[in-house]
């Protein structure tokens, strides 16, 4: 059975640095591409970036050069490394993974930005 599980959320000053984990099990992690996302309340939700099964990384503007999205293979843990963070990134943080043309979800963890 395919699973995602985040941790690492909480809460943050502004300009301050925080790291998601993103552990995935049930499937042959690094294979797939996954992906990071985030919802706001009152917004839809947003695609933040994603690495590829080769490693490449894609990001979104509004996070381009802050977010680092990483990969552990051997730990199945995938990881999104923020900082200079503002309060417009607050929001509840999702990974999803499409496995074998199914989309997974984790069940998501808070960031809040705030003094």
């Known amino acids: 059975q395919v699973q995602f599980e985040e941790s690492g959320g909480g809460l943050v000053p502004p300009g301050g640095t925080l790291t998601l984990s993103c552990k995935g099990s049930?499937?042959?992690?690094?294979?797939?591409?996954m992906m990071w996302y985030r919802q706001s309340p009152g917004k839809n939700r947003e695609w933040v970036g994603e690495?590829?099964?080769?490693?490449?990384?894609r990001y979104s503007d509004s996070v381009n050069g802050r977010f680092t999205i990483f990969r552990d293979i051997d730990k199945s843990t995938m990881y999104l490394q923020m900082v200079n963070l503002t309060a417009d990134d607050t929001a509840v943080y999702y990974c999803?993974?499409?496995?074998?043309?199914?989309?997974?979800w984790g069940q998501g963890t808070q960031v809040t930005v705030s003094s």
């Open positions: 690495i590829t099964s080769l490693g490449g990384t």
């Open positions: 049930g499937f042959k992690f690094g294979w797939y591409i």
């Open positions: 999803k993974g499409d496995v074998d043309l199914r989309e997974y």
